[in-house]
């Protein structure tokens, strides 16, 4: 049996503030896997959508330890979507952030965070938005890696262009560079998808440090933004 808990959620990790605008509609959407929460506008049944993928969120407490909860504290990328003024917008939470599934553990937001499951319930949740119409994937930190992922393995979903937000675009050289254990159980991308695309990084990051970056994109569509830290600023896409 499924639990809800996103109203509570909201006032626990400080999201009340973020106001959500009266054309967004509030979904959890049903997946094979987990279920996704979702924030939707949509104003065009034929225009392409932009689709805006969370990060890791709390996956880990300040002292290293995995949360109990990884719904995140940062409103960042679903500020972002909500000021996107395109006609069609979603944002998307990740696997067990806001509201839980029975099979949801820990190792779903640490370990196994970029696991076949966890990709394809996002890629799940585009698909259901979507439709068959064209799509623009924005990812912010983990989520980066998640719609490269996606575009990667779902060439049924058609991205017209991808936008990360200080990315994660390979966790094995990342681990590797912050001596962290290996995400076993998640996938990985090996190349960047040939797609499109523009890498936004912050050049005070210190969670994906901007020498990374540069390192797996080849320097190519990558912007660094000096002042920027992992939680921004970023330009607001238009």
């Given at each position: 049996m499924?639990?809800?808990?996103?109203?509570?959620?909201?006032?626990l990790c400080?999201c009340?503030?973020?106001?959500?605008?009266?054309?967004y509609?509030?979904?959890?959407?049903?997946?094979?896997?987990?279920?996704?929460a979702?924030w939707?506008k949509?104003?065009?049944?034929?225009?392409?959508?932009?689709?805006?993928?969370e990060?890791?969120?709390?996956a880990?407490?300040?002292?290293?330890?995995p949360?109990n909860?990884?719904?995140p504290?940062?409103v960042?990328?679903?500020?972002?979507?909500?000021?996107d003024?395109?006609?069609n917008v979603?944002?998307l939470?990740?696997?067990?952030?806001f509201?839980?599934?029975?099979?949801?553990?820990?190792?779903?937001?640490?370990?196994e965070r970029?696991?076949?499951?966890a990709?394809?319930s996002i890629?799940a949740?585009?698909k259901?938005?979507?439709g068959?119409?064209?799509?623009?994937?924005?990812?912010?930190?983990g989520g980066?890696?998640?719609?490269?992922?996606?575009?990667?393995?779902?060439?049924?979903?058609?991205?017209?262009?991808w936008?990360?937000?200080?990315?994660?675009?390979?966790h094995?050289?990342?681990a590797?560079?912050?001596?962290?254990?290996p995400?076993?159980?998640?996938?990985d991308l090996e190349?960047?998808?040939?797609?499109?695309?523009?890498?936004y990084v912050?050049?005070?990051?210190k969670?994906?440090?901007?020498?990374?970056?540069k390192q797996?994109?080849?320097?190519?569509?990558l912007?660094i933004?000096p002042?920027s830290?992992?939680?921004?600023?970023?330009?607001?896409n238009?």
């Open positions: 499924k639990y809800f808990v996103f109203i509570f959620l909201l006032y400080g009340a503030t973020l106001k959500t605008p009266p054309e509609q509030y979904k959890e959407i049903a997946t094979p896997s987990f279920s996704i979702a939707v949509e104003s065009n049944k034929t225009e392409l959508f932009h689709i805006y993928i990060g890791d969120g709390r880990f407490t300040k002292s290293g330890y949360s909860n990884p719904t504290h940062s960042l990328m679903r500020e972002m979507a909500f000021r003024k395109a006609p979603a944002y939470a990740r696997s067990c952030q509201v839980k599934d029975d099979i949801c553990t820990q190792k779903d937001w640490t370990t970029f696991s076949a499951s990709v394809d890629a949740a585009v259901q938005i979507t068959k119409r064209p799509v623009e994937l924005y990812g912010y930190s980066a890696l998640i719609s490269g992922l996606i575009i990667e393995n779902y060439p049924q979903i058609k991205v017209q262009k936008i990360t937000y200080a990315g994660l675009l390979n094995k050289s990342w590797e560079k912050q001596n962290l254990a995400l076993s159980g998640s996938m190349k960047l998808p040939d797609v499109p695309q523009i890498h912050g050049g005070k990051d969670v994906i440090p901007p020498e990374l970056s797996w994109t080849g320097n190519k569509n912007i933004l002042k830290t992992h939680n921004g600023p970023f330009p607001q238009k």
